[in-house]
């Protein structure tokens, strides 16, 4: 762990926002330290490319979403269908440049901090028009054992870095307007709601953008 002991764990950090008198008691002193916890593994996410090395970390991936009775992995480029890891690398490959029968050219990362492959996210680098009104740019899912823990957020945010390097300037993420953790992550990246559309289920989605300025993300 970074923060070994009080003495560097105030130290450390902007005097402005966490000086020792604003948070003297041991208290505030054990949020911060959560808080600061929480912020160094965020420091850490990184969007990798998968290869053939990450197979291990996959398999357990998908499996902790079966464990939890969840079927679809957003953002995961069909890793919960594939035969096996090898096919869906082969498919991920193929993504990067598909673009006839409706599909459009797509990336696929895993979000890793440190040797742990904590959630998947996609980038279709254009729209078709099923995609304008509900599947949008991005997708994204992070494995249930580590949810709330700001990874969502900062995968969303190097998305956007990454989208940027694709020449890409507005940027837009729907979610069920029943997903609050999804509109926090989306809000939280600048999201602005443009509408809310009803899909084939009945359920509302909504529509958001996200524009990409220079030096901003
Ligand atoms: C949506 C999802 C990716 C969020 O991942 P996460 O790593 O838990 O998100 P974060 O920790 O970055 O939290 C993002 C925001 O959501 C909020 N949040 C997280 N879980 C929440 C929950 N269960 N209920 C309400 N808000 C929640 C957080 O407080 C945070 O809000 P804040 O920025 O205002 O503090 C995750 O829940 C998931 O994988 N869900 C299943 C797949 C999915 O729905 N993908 C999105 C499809 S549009």
């Known amino acids: 762990m970074v923060c070994e002991g009080k003495g560097h764990f105030l130290e450390s950090r902007p005097a402005n926002k966490f000086s020792k008198k604003k ?3 041991e208290y505030s002193y ?5 808080e600061w916890e929480k ?25 902790e979403f079966l464990d939890n009775g969840e079927m679809k992995i957003y953002g995961g480029g069909g890793l919960n269908r594939e035969a096996s ?11 990067l440049k598909r673009d006839s ?13 440190g040797d742990e492959l904590v959630g998947t996210i996609q980038i279709r680098h254009q729209l078709n028009d099923y995609l304008y009104q ?22 969303l945010r190097l998305a956007l870095k990454k989208c940027q390097a694709l020449g890409m300037k507005k940027v ?19 999201g602005v709601l443009e509408n809310e559309v ?3 289920q009945g359920r509302i989605i909504q529509r958001y953008w996200i524009e990409i300025k220079r030096g901003e993300l």
């Open 134 to 155: 509900r599947g949008g740019h991005i997708g994204y899912s992070v494995a249930p054992s580590k949810r709330q823990k700001g990874y969502a957020t900062e995968m």
């Open 39 to 63: 912020q160094m593994y965020i420091n850490r996410l990184k969007l990798v490319f998968p290869t053939i090395s990450h197979k291990e970390a996959a398999i357990s991936y998908k499996q």
């Open 23 to 25: 948070y003297g008691d």
């Open 30 to 34: 054990a949020i911060l330290r959560e």
């Open 198 to 200: 009803p899909d084939d």
């Open 172 to 190: 837009l993420i729907t979610c069920d307007k029943d997903n609050m953790a999804s509109a926090a992550t989306i809000f939280t990246n600048h």
């Open 85 to 95: 890891y090898e096919l869906w690398l082969e498919k991920i490959k193929a993504d």
């Open 101 to 113: 029968e409706g599909f459009v050219p797509v990336t696929t990362y895993f979000a890793f901090v």
